[in-house]
């Protein structure tokens, strides 16, 4: 089922997530829904603040690896910084450069419980962050100098307004 996402403005995109404790087919179906949203949408990560849901978990599909589902993140290893292009569906239209680790491991659990520990570089290791980011109540935005952030802000309002057209989400190839 698709959930709606919640919009930049929403005060759960603020919050910091509670870890989850309990999984079960609750947590199962919760995981399916928001893989249906997130490629509905269409996105590569979907984090659980982004639908309401203020828990400590993510979806992704970075093209590679397929549907992915962790909880409780925790990153580690940090190394090398790309600055690249990032969007939200949270705030739906603007892209901006935002600078992250090229490369971090990401440590947590399936949607069973299990520990799961996956490293990423490139666009994997950028979901990892942006999405962890949004368990602590951090948008993209947050990442991004007084001028950066400007820029996305009054790109945003321009589409709300409807005096410009946002681009296209992409998905990888």
């Known amino acids: 089922m698709i959930v709606p996402i919640r919009m930049l403005g929403d005060p759960v995109l603020r919050e910091h997530a509670k870890p989850v404790t309990e999984f079960d087919g609750k947590l199962g179906r919760m995981a399916d829904d928001m893989l249906e949203t997130m490629y509905a949408a269409p996105g590569v990560g979907l984090a659980g603040p982004q639908v309401g849901i203020s828990l400590r978990l993510f979806v992704l599909d970075d093209g590679q690896i397929g549907p992915t589902f962790i909880a409780n993140p925790i990153l580690l290893d ?15 239209g603007p892209y901006h450069p935002t600078p992250r680790s090229e490369r971090i491991r990401c440590r947590g659990q399936d949607v069973k419980g299990k520990d799961v520990e996956m490293e990423g570089e490139g666009l994997l290791a950028r979901i990892f962050q942006h999405e962890t980011d949004h368990l602590d109540g951090v948008l993209y935005i947050d990442r991004l100098d007084e001028g950066g952030r400007r820029e996305v802000l009054a790109d945003l309002r321009r589409f709300e307004l409807g005096l410009q057209e946002p681009r296209a989400r992409r998905r990888p190839e």
């Open 78 to 92: 940090p190394s090398g910084t790309v600055v690249e292009e990032e969007g939200c569906l949270s705030i739906p």
